[in-house]
């Protein structure tokens, strides 16, 4: 996801995610970085620090920066899961698996749309920081 436009590139399956799903959105990425320098944020999943992730982000030049352990706040797809979440899970009833991926699918697609000013409001870059402070003697 843009951290600024919010423009959502999806790669999806339903099966796990691993190293080559990564290395697919890299793929999906690369032709952004012709543009703009792109810079991927991520978790620490290690099979996203992994060597074959690392070395095509290089040879693609897009940045990988890694977020602190649990910080999932600071993550915005981890933001635009919670908003799915809530409109296609919660109190909800989904015949089968196709129509619950119906309804994710639907949802991710309205991101720009009936859901822009929603996630606009969600997905905002400011964030609260604090400044380390000297210890105190005592």
């Given at each position: 996801m843009n951290a600024i436009s919010h423009e959502?590139?999806?790669?999806?399956?339903?099966?796990?995610?691993?190293?080559?799903?990564?290395?697919?959105?890299l793929w999906r990425l690369?032709?952004?970085?012709l543009e703009k320098p792109v810079?991927?944020?991520?978790?620490?999943?290690?099979?996203?620090?992994?060597?074959?992730?690392?070395?095509?982000?290089?040879?693609?030049?897009?940045?990988?920066?890694?977020?602190?352990?649990?910080?999932?706040?600071?993550?915005?797809?981890?933001?635009?899961?919670?908003f799915v979440k809530k409109h296609c899970l919660y109190a909800k009833y989904h015949a089968d698996f196709e129509?619950?991926?119906?309804?994710?699918t639907q949802c991710l697609e309205q991101t720009h749309t009936v859901h822009k000013q929603a996630l606009d409001s969600l997905l905002t870059l400011r964030f609260q920081t604090f400044e380390k402070l000297a210890p105190v003697a005592g």
């Open positions: 959502l590139i999806a790669i999806t399956n339903d099966r796990y995610i691993n190293a080559l799903s990564v290395c697919e959105l690369a032709p952004l970085a810079t991927l944020v991520m978790d620490n999943a290690r099979y996203q620090r992994c060597a074959l992730v690392q070395e095509l982000a290089g040879l693609l030049h897009i940045e990988l920066l890694f977020l602190p352990a649990y910080s999932p706040n600071l993550n915005l797809i981890e933001r635009l899961w919670k129509a619950l991926k119906t309804a994710i």
